[in-house]
C-alpha cells in the first residue's frame, strides 16, 4: 500500500521561503508520478507541480514558474517542493500526490494523497 507523508509546512512573511517535503513508500515499480497539490478555503485543489520518476520535465502551474522547484532524492523516496518568493496567496495546505502513471497534474488522474501541511504566508 502506498503511503505518503509530507513535512515542512508553517508560516512565512512574504517573500521568504519554505521546503516541503514528502516521503513516499510502497510503490511497487520504480517508476511513477508524483506531484504537489494545493487547497485554499473555499477553492477547488489545483495542482502546483509535478515530476515522473522515469524521466521528463517536471510540469508547474503559471502561478508558481520561477518561484517553486519541484525536486525528488530516490535514495531516499523523497519529493520536495522548495518554495521561494512567497506570497499571500500561496497561502493553502499542500498535499503530496501519486500515482502509477506518468502524468498527474490533475485530481483525477491522483491515485494516492498524503495527508496535508499546511502553508501560511503573511503580508
Known amino acids: 500500500q502506498v503511503q505518503l507523508v509530507e513535512s515542512g509546512g508553517g508560516s512565512v512573511q512574504s517573500g521568504g521561503s519554505l521546503r516541503l517535503s514528502c516521503t513516499a513508500s510502497?510503490?511497487?515499480?520504480?517508476?511513477?508520478?508524483m506531484a504537489w497539490f494545493r487547497q485554499a478555503p473555499g477553492k477547488d485543489r489545483e495542482g502546483v507541480a509535478s515530476?515522473?520518476?522515469?524521466?521528463?520535465?517536471?510540469y508547474y502551474a503559471d502561478s508558481v514558474k520561477g518561484r517553486f522547484t519541484i525536486s525528488q532524492d530516490n535514495a531516499k523516496n523523497t519529493l520536495y517542493l522548495h518554495m521561494n518568493a512567497l506570497e499571500p496567496e500561496d497561502t493553502a495546505m499542500y498535499y503530496c500526490a501519486a500515482t502509477d502513471g506518468v502524468w498527474c497534474v490533475r485530481t483525477v488522474q491522483v491515485e494516492y494523497w498524503g495527508q496535508g501541511t499546511q502553508v501560511t504566508v503573511s503580508s
Open positions: 510502497g510503490f511497487t515499480s520504480s517508476k511513477y508520478c
Open positions: 515530476i515522473y520518476t522515469g524521466g521528463g520535465s517536471a
